[in-house]
């Protein structure tokens, strides 16, 4: 299977002493997740940004669905990629439809309106994601999860092989994030391919096909979350010690599930009995 994401040897830096990337590779094939985690800094949004042609590498290639995006015109690339930010907000009173016609601009003429057929599709992208409601809502008033499933039927609109997801649980509620994560696999098995960045490594562990460690502007490691996202890798990652734990939900070996966490010594623990501290 031919990847549809190919980073070869990409260096970029913002001067002689700002190096931000180092001759960073990995493939991510069609119907892939693959999470990107590292610490600040580590170059997770500048490679996303090089990606979305937005900088221009100093040396290397990046080519999605076998074009090389240095050779793409924005109108080009914004077919073959779709990108959804940690945060979106707009001082204008779009609604949610209006948004997810957005998505629908590379498609469209540059002087033309969405047709009808654009504004069925926009609802009926909506309506997939279980927020079909909220059509003709200001995109303002809806909460953290509702505009990251808005603006997740943007990128789906846009028809995209691509899509790319900037920490797309932060500041999330746990419910809203698992919904989100669940439609993002139930995305990727219709087809795309996804490249998201996390600062949970549980994530990766539980939702993606591939992981990829990066560091001071480098891939450290990659390959299948199972090898990649261990208590040792990680622990070196962090600079702080972890543990990753096998539970099982069932008797059958698809029911063991890895999960991570921090080793902390902390009073409520040592208390033993699982209750927080009570103020006084």
């Known amino acids: 299977m031919a990847p549809n994401i190919e980073i070869s040897e990409l260096s970029f830096s913002f001067g002689p002493r700002a190096r931000c990337l180092s001759d960073v590779s990995l493939s991510v094939n069609e119907s892939e997740l693959c999470c990107l985690l590292g610490p600040n800094g580590a170059g997770k949004t500048t490679l996303i940004r090089c990606l979305l042609g937005l900088l221009e590498p100093e040396t290397g290639s990046i080519r999605v669905a076998g074009q090389d995006v240095a050779d ?9 990629v779709a990108y959804v930010p940690q945060f979106t907000s707009t ?8 948004m997810v016609l957005m998505g629908r601009t590379p498609h469209v003429g540059m002087v033309s309106a969405p047709s009808r057929t654009d504004r069925a599709m926009a609802r009926a ?8 409601h909220l059509a003709t809502r200001p995109f303002s008033q809806l909460s953290g999860g509702e505009r990251q499933l808005v603006m997740l039927g943007r990128s789906l609109a846009q028809e995209a092989q691509v899509l790319v997801l900037d920490e797309p649980t932060a500041a999330l509620d746990f419910g809203n994030e698992v919904r989100i994560l669940q439609v993002v696999t139930d995305l990727v098995a219709a087809g795309p391919t996804v490249l998201m960045t996390t600062h949970q490594p549980n994530h990766a562990l539980t939702w993606a096909d591939q992981a990829v460690l990066m560091r001071d502007g480098s891939v450290v490691l990659s390959g299948p979350p199972g090898d990649v996202v261990t208590a040792e890798h990680l622990s070196n990652l962090y600079d702080i010690p972890v543990r990753v734990s096998r539970s099982r939900s069932g008797a059958a070996d698809e029911d063991e599930q890895l999960f991570c966490f921090p080793e902390v010594h902390s009073p409520r623990r040592r208390r ?6 009570v103020a006084q």
């Open 72 to 80: 793409l015109s924005a109108r080009q690339l914004a077919r073959l």
């Open 91 to 98: 001082v204008f009173p779009f609604t949610a439809l209006e």
């Open 125 to 132: 992208t909506l309506e997939r994601l279980g927020v079909g």
């Open 272 to 277: 033993g009995d699982g209750r927080l501290p």
